[in-house]
């Protein structure tokens, strides 16, 4: 089956980019996406990218998909404390269900 | 539209009791999906409906496992028996085609088996 791997952890500076990254197995995905999540609470949709195109860029967030290697990555710029979170990558398969990765969990330091 | 909404947002049973947990997806959103989170995992998927028609089933939905979404709108999902096992977050997300299927998630269930 379908199999979606991130780092666990990413310790990062305020005010430094954060880069989290995302392996998957899916060759027939069309959109990959990026969620957030605080504790206790859903996943909140932050961003996604059609699997024919190699970046996308919305306000601090930079998506960038490497189709070949099938490797997602996600740049957080400027990162801000409000940032740290679960941070979860998930490939649509076919029947339009989610895989998700792991989460990484991201913690910006003051 | 206030979103996708759950309820109850958590409930704690005895194991070997029945639980029903509630969605109401954003309106006119026509999919909807249930998902389940253990804790320090990323969501599975257990279930899709597609109006009032259930269209997929993961094999982590047991025979202890039921979903409904009778007429189209919300969805309930019912654990019978519950076992310690199921304690988890149950995250249910909706979406439609104009928003080019992108499913956007509620604040999800956490059940706790005693």
């Known amino acids: 089956g379908e199999d979606v791997e991130q780092s666990l952890f990413l310790s990062v500076r305020e005010g430094d980019s954060s880069v989290i990254n995302c392996t998957y197995t899916?060759?027939?995905?069309?959109?990959l996406y990026w969620y957030k999540q605080e504790p206790g609470a859903g996943l909140q949709l932050l961003t996604y990218?059609?699997?024919?195109?190699d970046m996308k860029q919305d306000q601090r967030l930079t998506v960038l998909l490497n189709k070949k290697d099938k490797h997602l990555s996600l740049r957080i710029a400027d990162t801000q404390t409000g940032d740290s979170a679960i941070y979860f990558c998930a490939d649509e398969a076919a029947g339009n269900k989610l895989t998700f990765g792991g989460g990484t969990r991201v913690l910006v330091k003051p | 539209d206030t979103g996708v909404s759950q309820d109850p947002r958590h409930k704690i049973t005895k194991r070997g009791q029945n639980v029903t947990f509630r969605c109401d997806p954003i309106?006119?959103?026509?999919?909807l999906y249930w998902y389940r989170q253990t804790l320090g995992q990323g969501p599975e998927f257990l279930t899709y409906?597609?109006?009032?028609?259930?269209?997929?089933k993961s094999r982590l939905l047991s025979d202890r496992f039921s979903a409904e979404r009778p007429k189209g709108s919300f969805s309930t999902l019912e654990i019978q028996r519950t076992e310690q096992g199921d304690s988890a977050m149950y995250l249910c997300?909706?979406?439609?085609?104009?928003?080019?299927?992108?499913?956007?998630f509620g604040p999800g269930t956490r059940l706790l088996v005693l």
């Open positions: 899916d060759s027939s995905s069309t959109y």
């Open positions: 409906f597609q109006n009032e028609a259930q269209l997929e």
């Open positions: 997300a909706s979406s439609a085609p104009t928003a080019g299927e992108t499913q956007y």
């Open positions: 309106s006119e959103h026509n999919r």
């Open positions: 990218i059609f699997s024919n195109m």
